[in-house]
């Protein structure tokens, strides 16, 4: 294993949860609409029986669509219990089959229901240095994944590469606080701030630490009123930020090309801003190595996915999918192991890795029992 740089990614394998059994609440709207409009219809069906001349016939029609009538109130039934689940707890979807797995876009307008495999990969072979099973996005996975890496490794720093689906400040802090040098791509401009020429982008504006001011390239100063807010984003971390703008804005000659807006242009700056900065700019100086990340991490998964064809997995729950999963990536570092030393050398490693193992094991033993009830330890 390379212990100085790995790369971080997740990918998407199906759940034991057919997207039919995955209710979030628009779906729930939808379905309840719906037996709503059908009730209405059959209401309609039993008017126009008892309006019927032939009283047998309409008899017999008047039952088959009570009987459908009572279905459809099982189903609403059902429908109102899952929207009530929704309401109590935290979760934004349900599944009935695998209640832990949950629906996720896999690429474009495509979603399945699945789990969302997380995996640091070393930079030298490919070889997975950790892994965990998770049912979430991969913007809070970072700085964990990471940790367990490390401690993997046994190294007290190391650098990461991930893409821009984990670049969250808050995650960028933590790293850097547990050791973690991060490259991680950051999100594209937003529509808004394509508008703007690229000479009065954000970056173009010169923060000032001391006196907690921006100057703009025409060398207007941008102060703040102190006051922080908090920004919601759903799916991801809350932060609090600050606003800077000045008056200057007002008269200048080139406001068109700074803002859309009709009033100041304004500078919004995150609590994890210097964090951030410092991420974008080791990315945007090691273009090369960044490259190197799709190559890094995406070997296991082409392998495992593509290869093996592990695209779903066979068991239910977290826990489970977690313990399939860790068989398969053994399997693949066994595999990747033999095309790097070949079957002799591994057979050789391992075979002195046993008896280290049973060194130290003997060790133990002693130190804990004495050397009387090393061989009846040994046995049991």
Known sequence: FSN?????????????????????????????????????????????????????????????????????????????????????????????????????????????????????????????????????????????????????????QITVLADKGYHVGKQLLICREQGVTTLVAYPDRTPRSNQIDPAYQTDQFAYDLINDTYTCPEGAILTTNNTVNQKIRKGRTTYLFKTYGTKQCKGCPVKSLCTSAKGPRQIERSQYQEVIDENNKRVNNNAELFKKRQQIVEHPFGTVKRGWGYNYTLLRSIKKVNGEVAIIFTMYNLRRSITILDVPELINRLRKWKLAFYSLKKALIRALFGNRNIEMCLRA
């Open 4 to 156: 100085e740089l790995i790369a971080v990614d997740g990918t998407k394998i199906r759940a034991q949860n057919n997207n039919k059994n995955n209710f979030n609440e628009a779906r729930i709207k939808k379905h309840l609409t719906y037996i709503d409009n059908k009730a209405e219809s059959y209401i309609r069906e039993l008017n126009d029986c008892d309006m019927a001349e032939d009283k047998q016939a309409s008899e017999l029609k008047k039952k088959e669509v009570h009987q459908k009538m009572e279905a459809l109130k099982q189903r609403k039934q059902k429908y109102e219990q899952l929207k009530t689940e929704l309401t109590k707890g935290e979760a934004t979807q349900v599944s009935l089959t695998d209640p832990e797995s949950r629906s996720v876009k896999l690429k474009d307008n495509i979603a399945e229901v699945a789990y969302n495999i997380q995996a640091a990969t070393d930079s030298k072979h490919s070889l997975i240095a950790e892994f965990d099973t998770i049912n979430v996005n991969d913007q809070n996975q970072l700085s964990g994944m990471a940790s367990k890496a490390m401690e993997a490794l046994e190294v007290k």
